[in-house]
């Protein structure tokens, strides 16, 4: 029997007790601010006073539309602390997908970002914001808007005291909440109780998690409003390592100064984050020394990225996880007995989705129901279970019954899993392209792709074919400086292809585009191009 629920509350109690002048730094509009962890805390208890004082307690929600920074993540500490929950909202929705979010969580606070005060009020709907009962603004003032009530977040808590007497929650208490974003249907709800997130930290602090420690200074890139950015601020604030916040809309230039500035030795966002540096590091110089690792996650990594990462000295930690698990399950880390492997035999255990972390359990399913051999040629649809996985979705129960059997997530991607037990993504159930009775993936189609030199992005989707059933079709975004014609690229990237994979696999069509479209969080957005293209008549009949 537990002698004490597994709760929150210590991992800021022992940041503040044990490492009280370690630093939680951010970029701003206004420039750098930095607070110690001892000063986050007393401002935490503000913030929990100040919600208190508004009838912010039992399970109620504040929602955040907010970029990363120390502020938001005070709100990380102090709404699940008090007994409310963590509600962070994705301010690229669409304005209708908002409005849903709101009206079905019903938040009681929320807090937005000045400079995203236009798109929140684009999504303003007198019925379904009707929960709301106070906005608050980042910063010492309140720009011109029409929500209200309305107050700025330092007039908010700073008349508050620094002394806060925290309850003593019962661990299964909802703590947060964030809603899926995908290409299809309504976000889908997924709350997190005290254990759920006690749990995810204790298992990212370990080293086959994402180990961080109290000597590491951490950049979390990914979104804090993107699955409580992968978790990070309760690992980095557990571990007592230093944060430090890239702000609003962060460039490559300033990602590059922050690390250079402040030694950040760990940071985690998605591959396109990546790329962007590597593309600003070939035409200027930086410092990039104290950097160890950086944690990749939302899309396979390509492994021209990895090696190019490598050159500088930075290990590449191949992630994988959903909103439904809070969110990381899987890290591609080398395990003991695996360092003798050559260069590209590792490289290819890096390049998969990797290794469940402690106290994930997982199986792949087949068609039949059975169970695959882990042989890395069978596949099936992955599923997870564990303490930190929902086993439902807020007031969905339509999704309940397709997404979950009993304990277990059915997840939706379809993987293989190797003799050593490496899980490797081959693609999205409703993505893997289906021709003539043979699967292709297009995500390890794309990865091909993506390791020609004249290509900057690439994303695959299976466009229908009469003989066929479907084929696959490349846009395909050029290197800058790249000189190429479609209809030439074509026959290259088939040849290309084609040193590795069979004939059938290569692409029967080629399109440069800009720009691959993108979700709210940063995904290729295949839907948005099937929909694009679906007239375009691409493939032509063989």
């Known amino acids: 029997m537990a002698g004490y629920d597994q709760t929150l509350r210590p991992f800021l109690w022992r940041a503040e007790r044990l490492y009280p002048d370690r630093e939680v730094v951010s970029r701003t509009h206004e420039g750098i601010e930095r607070q110690t962890y001892g000063e986050f805390a007393d401002r935490t208890r503000q913030l929990a006073n100040a919600l208190s004082d508004l009838g912010v307690d039992d399970g109620e929600r504040v929602g955040t539309f907010c970029w990363n920074h120390s502020r938001h993540a005070e709100i990380y500490f102090g709404a699940p602390n008090i007994g409310g929950q963590l509600h962070t909202i994705n301010p690229l929705l669409p304005p209708e997908h908002i409005q849903y979010i709101v009206e079905n969580a019903e938040d009681t606070v929320l807090v937005v970002d000045p400079s995203l005060l236009e798109p929140l009020e684009a999504a303003y709907d007198e019925t379904a914001f009707s929960s709301v009962e106070q906005y608050v603004v980042i910063g010492s003032e309140v720009p011109e808007t029409s929500l209200g009530p309305v107050t700025d977040y330092e007039s908010f808590i700073g008349g508050q005291s620094i002394e806060y007497d925290w309850p003593e929650l019962d661990e299964e208490t909802p703590a947060g909440m964030c809603y899926t974003s995908g290409t299809t249907g309504k976000p ?19 080293p086959q998690g994402l180990g961080v420690r109290d000597a590491d200074v951490v950049m979390p890139v990914v979104p804090m409003f993107h699955v409580n950015a992968w978790g990070i601020p309760f690992t980095a604030t557990a571990a007592g390592a230093k944060h430090v916040y890239p702000g609003p809309s962060p460039a490559p230039e300033d990602l590059v100064s922050l690390i250079e500035s402040e030694g950040v030795t760990i940071s985690a966002g998605v591959p396109t984050v990546w790329l962007g540096v590597l593309e600003y590091l070939e035409e200027n110089d930086a ?83 059975g169970e695959i051999e882990w042989n890395g040629e069978e596949f099936g649809e992955l599923y997870v279970r564990g303490p930190w996985v929902t ?142 293209y679906a007239t375009e008549g691409l493939l032509a009949e063989e």
């Open 287 to 369: 410092d990039l020394s104290s950097l160890e690792r950086i944690v990749i996650g939302g899309s396979a990594a390509p492994k021209s990225l990895i090696e190019q990462y490598d050159d500088l000295g930075v290990d590449v930690v191949h992630a994988w996880g959903m909103t439904e698990m809070s969110p990381v399950g899987t890290v591609a880390h080398i395990k003991e007995g695996l360092g003798d492997l050559s260069t590209d035999q590792q490289y290819e255990k890096r390049g998969k989705q990797g290794l469940a972390v402690p106290g994930l359990e997982f199986k792949v399913v087949d068609d039949d129901g």
């Open 391 to 532: 086993d439902s979705y807020f007031e969905r129960p339509d999704a309940n019954e397709a997404d979950f059997e009993g304990s277990w997530l059915k997840t939706g991607d379809i993987v293989t899993v190797d003799d050593e037990g490496y899980i490797q993504i081959v693609d999205r159930a409703k993505d893997v392209i289906k021709s003539g009775g043979e699967w292709i993936s297009s995500v390890e189609l794309e990865n091909a792709i993506m390791a020609h030199d004249d290509v900057s992005e690439a994303t695959v989707v299976g466009v229908p074919h009469e003989r066929w059933q479907e084929r696959p079709a490349a846009f395909v975004v050029p290197a800058e400086g790249a000189d190429l014609e479609e209809d030439e690229f074509e026959s290259e990237l088939e040849a290309f292809v084609g040193e590795n994979y069979p004939d059938w696999w290569t692409p029967d069509t080629v399109v440069f585009i800009d720009e691959v479209p993108k979700t709210a969080t940063g995904k290729f957005d295949k839907k948005a191009l099937r929909e694009e």
């Open 188 to 206: 889908k709800g997924v709350e997190y109780t005290q254990r759920m997130l006690w749990s995810h930290t204790m298992a990212t602090l370990t």
